[in-house]
């Protein structure tokens, strides 16, 4: 089955530095690649996802990579504000609509003002 | 709005005990989800659901069961509760066809 793995388990960046953060999986079936933010005491919230035809997406300050052949793929957030501070979650499957992700252990990311 | 809608938000039960953690969604998804969350684990999925009456195991199901008798709920069982099955639970659903999950706000459960 997939394995999901994601670098660093805690990131502290200075307000307005680029924060970057790492998954890898194993299945070279997986093919859609969604980012989950969690803020605390809060649920899980898609921010942005990737498919594998695609090699990069940005939404404003947010942006995702995927390698395929390397089996990884990346969120960037640059000019990092203190609402960003969160866990963000990686997650991989091997259909678009299927029925299960695997999810990575998860960053905690921490803005300092 | 999609809305998930968990049960409870803090539930604490005695060992042994039978425990019932409610999902309710109200956007007509055929897919639901059971997630336990601990720290540095992630989300690891319990059961799911694609369809009334249907159920797929997903990685960490030992002592755990589900039901769901409707669409709209999803009932997630711990037949007798131990200390280790204290986390926080989430739900969560999605439309086949969509690849977007909503997720409930969690249900903290503390197993004393």
């Known amino acids: 089955g997939e394995n999901v793995e994601q670098h660093p388990s805690t990131l502290s960046v200075q307000e307005g530095d680029s924060a970057v953060i790492k998954c890898t999986y194993s299945?070279?079936?997986?093919?859609?690649f969604p980012w989950y933010k969690q803020e605390l005491g809060k649920r899980p919230q898609l921010i942005i996802d990737i498919r594998s035809n695609v090699g990069e997406k940005k939404d404003q300050r947010i942006a995702v990579t995927l390698n395929k052949t390397a089996k990884h793929f990346s969120l960037h957030i640059t000019e990092t504000q203190p609402e960003d501070s969160a866990v963000y979650f990686c997650?991989?499957?091997?259909?678009?609509?299927?029925?299960?992700?695997?999810f990575g252990p998860g960053t905690r990311l921490s803005v300092l003002p | 709005d999609v809305k998930v809608t968990q049960s409870s938000r803090y539930l604490v039960k005695r060992t042994g005990e039978k425990v019932f953690l409610e999902c309710v969604q109200d956007?007509?998804?055929?897919?639901m989800f059971w997630y336990r969350q601990d720290p540095g684990l992630g989300l690891r999925l319990i059961y799911f659901?694609?369809?009334?009456?249907?159920?797929e195991k997903g990685d960490i199901p030992e002592g755990y069961s589900v039901s769901r008798e409707k669409k709209e709920r999803f009932s997630l069982i711990l037949e007798s509760a131990s200390t280790n099955q204290t986390s926080m639970y989430l739900c969560a659903s999605r439309s086949t066809g969509r690849a977007e999950a909503f997720f409930g706000q969690g249900t903290r459960l503390t197993v004393v």
């Open positions: 299945d070279s079936a997986s093919n859609y």
């Open positions: 659901s694609y369809d009334v009456k249907m159920k």
């Open positions: 956007m007509d998804h055929e897919n």
């Open positions: 997650a991989a499957t091997p259909d678009n609509y299927g029925q299960n992700f695997v």
